[in-house]
């Protein structure tokens, strides 16, 4: 069955360091992946994903993501973290073997620190 | 645009109750997927509807059902609540099914608690 790992629940990491949120998935047919991202009490809100072409995605807000198929991953990166990204990950991928809709990961908590 | 929405945000029910919630999409957008999620579980995978049909379903009791209609609107009913029902209820919208890669946007969700 399709997984998706996220290899860490809980990042602490103080203001304006680098941070990378590991995420590994299982599939041998071609995916889709996303980041999701969701603040206290909300939904979810996508903040980027992979679709085809281009292995490097970015956010608006500085985030970017590197697909790579010969280790089925997709980390999120952010050079310079914020007090406000402090908040849950979630990893997922959908693909025509979950038939399209997404497969999560267990999400992974960011706490940055002043 | 107006994101999705859902109604009602929060929801007390007692076990043995049964229970509707409701979505409504992005306008234009004609797939609506549930999931739920729970601290042990995460997120789950409930239904996907598209074009009043349900496209497909995630492994969960018959208890949970749902339904969409003509203006893409959707409801999930649960009936006969256990405790372990207790979730936060999210609803997704895309143009398209997800299948094909379309983004689906999540709405704020509906907290049920089932006491």
């Known amino acids: 069955a399709q997984s998706v790992t996220q290899l860490d629940s809980q990042v602490p990491v103080f203001e304006e360091a680098p941070v990378e949120l590991r995420c590994n998935y299982s599939?041998?047919?071609?995916?889709?992946l996303f980041w999701y991202v969701q603040y206290p009490n909300q939904g979810l809100q996508l903040l980027l994903k992979?679709?085809?072409?281009?292995?490097l995605v970015e956010s608006i807000n500085g985030f970017e993501a590197e697909f790579n198929k010969s280790q089925t991953s997709f980390h999120l990166r952010k050079p310079s973290v914020h007090i406000s990204d402090t908040a849950e990950y979630f990893c997922a991928v959908s693909s025509v073997r979950s038939q399209g809709n997404l497969i999560f990961g267990k999400g992974t908590k960011l706490s940055v620190k002043p | 645009k107006a994101g999705v929405t859902q109604t009602p945000r929060y929801l007390i029910k007692t076990r043995g109750q049964q229970v509707t919630l409701s979505c409504s999409p992005i306008s234009g957008h004609r797939s609506v997927s549930w999931y739920q999620q729970t601290p042990g579980q995460g997120l789950q995978f409930l239904f996907e509807?598209?074009?009043?049909?349900?496209?497909n379903k995630g492994n969960f009791p018959g208890r949970f059902s749902g339904r969409q209609f003509s203006n893409s609107r959707s409801e999930m009913n649960v009936s006969t609540l256990e405790l372990g029902d207790s979730a936060l209820y999210l609803c997704?919208?895309?143009?398209?099914?997800?299948?094909?890669?379309?983004?689906?946007?999540f709405g704020p969700g509906t907290r049920l608690t089932v006491l």
């Open positions: 599939s041998s047919v071609s995916v889709y």
């Open positions: 997704a919208s895309s143009l398209g099914l997800a299948g094909l890669g379309d983004t689906q946007y």
């Open positions: 509807y598209f074009s009043e049909t349900q496209r």
């Open positions: 992979y679709l085809s072409g281009s292995t």
